[in-house]
């Protein structure tokens, strides 16, 4: 028998293609081969960058003795969840029911019809805390194949029955509206840390999709405690030891409530929608501190995740090399007095110690401090503190870097092209655009086939073998229509409804639901559908915001109608987990106030401020007079020989304007 995994692009995967354990990667093959064998599946699930998974892996995958029994006894299947997020899903849903808890990794047992009958998450090499070893837990399985197979195989019909109770339609309810809005205001107002800013306690999570639900009910509404809510939480984030205070960027959440100690992966989804989120703050607030956040997780974004082939790599890991030939997390970030004085000095470290609040008893472990930015009374040198920042970053380079996912994940990838191309355009930083196109050209080369059809992922120029789920075609929809207003490009607009034409045809069923899955996927035990946020967007509600700027820019009747069937499940969850369906409570906001439709032909100051508009979701297209490349530009020439904004909101339209100062009051 051998390791069937070095064939695979996964970098998670590849991790594993040398233990002794017999892997085979998700297909067909492995339950025949368990059919054959009339052995259980051992189904595995984590992630490139996952530390428990790393731990698991040396613990367990690596001991010779644990891969013989499960050779033995077991076929072995390895899942990378960042790959294939449909069999992550559904099994997760079934542990989450089971146990009421779940995480990675993730280990569930299967019959060979991919029935989950036992599941957990990590397991230790030897009992600890009340929990058994993984080893236990092994021959535990094995016995109850052999011995108590009826009962096994009850269990796992049972729990396939009630995963199948548990389908989702709200394609009948209706739009959310001021009242559901205004109640999941009121359900994040208590949920709200008002001394550290966030939602809920420890770990605390960046909470990118309700900032940007904050952000747009203050725009129109004027709620001025939303945008305390947005306002409050991204500085103390950004002042926190989450933020990367040296090479921008942000880590995936914070171990405590105050944002101090983070654990240190860094995603690229939550650098994307948190690069937005700051770049819309300021376009809100005018605030110096979020478009530096904005602009320095951007540069974060393009300097440490970008690919050879332009696309960006999914993350980087926590833990590295801490200099002794252990992998330690956090090595690569964290600092103690006496390595501050061996690059700095005696004087500059001293006040690197104060400015970054580094302390001699550590706010990590070993003595060592997460950087933070703590509030100073005072002020600093800002030559020096430059100075300071620039030498610490060089010689952080000099350590051994964290390892980098560097597969492209398609979706990620979407909410990447989104916010490079609104804070190149907001800050005329062109290279930031260039770098979104590049991206955008990948993934339409590579990701794309000849029916509008995505690949989920690639690798070095390889594009893998799984097809898009639902948040694949919507966030990459997002992503190109972003692209289309800020180039002026009408080609990712019609590259978007392609994709969003999928949505429509594969991805609903005839009451207006959306399932994760497409109706021609591989079927699993049940087909996966989930309109909650998680680390990202849900599909669903990611797919209705996409699907509502499309029938803003081209005045489609279908789309805007998909678009209100999926808003209905905010509606049902906004007001009770409103933490939960944020970029749904997003997307209504857009939905409340139109989204208006600006069309601006000849360039100039009405570009800029059309783009700079805070009115939720509004839509721009710009060209020259008699310009075809948007369906919003036809008909609409020069006023009096000067450039000119058509507003549309409604369906119903304002008189033109060439005026800058009329048009940004028309869009805020």
């Known amino acids: ?233 991204c500085e103390r984030m950004a002042r926190g030891g989450i933020y990367d205070q040296l090479g921008g960027g942000f880590a995936r959440y914070s171990v405590d409530r105050e944002w101090v100690v983070p654990h240190f992966e860094k995603m690229l989804y939550d650098n994307a929608l948190l690069c937005r989120v700051y770049a819309h703050l300021w376009r809100s607030t005018g605030s110096a501190l979020a478009r530096r956040v904005a602009l320095e997780t951007a540069d974060f974004l393009v300097r440490e995740l970008r690919t050879a082939e332009g696309g960006f790599a999914s993350a980087l890991d926590a833990d590295s090399d801490d200099g002794t030939g252990r992998h330690v997390e956090g090595a690569y970030y964290v600092w103690t007095p006496e390595q501050l004085r061996e690059v700095l000095g005696e004087a500059d470290a001293g006040l690197a110690e104060q400015y970054f609040g580094v302390t001699e008893e550590g706010t990590f472990e070993h003595g060592a401090s997460v950087l933070q930015l703590p509030q100073h009374e005072g002020v600093y040198d800002a030559g020096r503190i430059v100075s300071v920042r620039e030498r610490l970053l060089a010689a952080r380079d000099r350590r051994p870097a964290p390892g980098r996912d560097d597969k492209v994940v398609a979706a990620w990838n979407g909410l990447a092209i989104a916010a490079l191309a609104e804070t190149g355009a907001y800050f005329d930083r062109p290279d930031l655009v260039e770098a979104a196109v590049a991206a955008a050209d990948l993934l339409v080369r590579l990701h794309l086939d000849d029916q509008g059809r995505l690949t989920r992922t690639s690798r070095d120029g390889r594009a893998g073998a799984n097809a898009g789920v639902l948040e694949d075609y919507a966030d990459v929809a997002e992503g190109f229509l972003a692209l289309a207003s800020v180039t002026g490009e009408g080609v990712w607009l019609d590259f978007a409804g392609l994709l969003l034409d999928h949505v429509l045809t594969r991805f609903r069923d005839e009451a207006g639901s959306l399932y994760d899955t497409a109706v021609d996927a591989e079927r699993l035990i049940r087909r996966p559908q989930d309109p909650t946020d998680n680390a990202t967007p849900s599909g669903w509600t990611a797919a209705a915001g996409a699907l509502l700027t499309y029938a803003a820019h081209t005045g489609s009747g279908p789309h805007r109608e998909a678009a209100e069937h999926a808003l209905g499940v905010v509606k049902a969850l906004g007001p009770r987990v409103p933490r939960f369906v944020g970029w749904g409570l997003a997307v209504a906001e857009a939905f409340l106030d139109g989204p208006r439709e600006v069309a601006v032909v000849g360039d100039g100051e009405l570009r800029r401020a059309a783009l700079l508009g805070t009115a939720p979701g509004l839509v721009v297209a710009f060209g020259e007079a008699g310009s075809e490349e948007f369906p919003l530009l036809a008909g609409r020439g020069l006023v009096g020989g000067e450039a000119a904004a058509y507003v549309c909101r409604n369906f119903t339209c304002d008189a033109p304007t060439t005026d800058a100062e009329r048009l940004r009051a028309a869009v805020r």
């Open 1 to 233: 028998m051998a390791n069937r995994l070095a064939r695979e692009t996964s970098p998670y995967l590849l991790q594993h293609a040398d233990n002794p354990v017999d892997w085979w990667p998700w297909s067909e093959a492995a339950f025949e081969e368990a059919r054959r064998r009339d052995v259980p599946v051992l189904l595995s699930v984590g992630y490139s960058s996952c530390h428990w998974c790393h731990v698991m892996a040396h613990e367990s995958f690596e001991d010779r003795a644990t891969a013989d029994f499960l050779n033995s006894h077991f076929v072995s299947v390895k899942v990378d969840r960042e790959e294939r997020p449909d069999v992550d899903a559904v099994y997760m849903e079934a542990v989450q029911a089971a146990t009421g808890q779940g995480g990675w990794p993730m280990t569930v047992f299967l019959t060979p019809d991919a029935e989950p009958f036992y599941f957990g998450t990590y397991f230790p090499p030897a009992p600890r805390q009340g929990m058994p070893s993984f080893r236990q837990v092994l021959a535990g399985v094995q016995q109850a194949w052999t011995e108590r197979r009826g009962e096994v195989t009850d269990v796992a019909g049972k729990i396939v029955r009630d995963l199948a109770g548990r389908e989702i339609s709200y394609g009948d309810a209706q739009v959310p509206g001021e009242e559901e809005l205004a109640a999941a205001l009121l359900g994040l107002t208590r949920e709200y840390d008002p001394r550290r800013g966030g939602f809920g306690g420890a770990p605390k999570f960046p909470p990118s999709m309700v900032l940007e639900f904050l952000l747009r009910h203050h725009a129109r509404t004027g709620a001025e405690g939303a945008l305390q809510m947005a306002s409050d939480t």
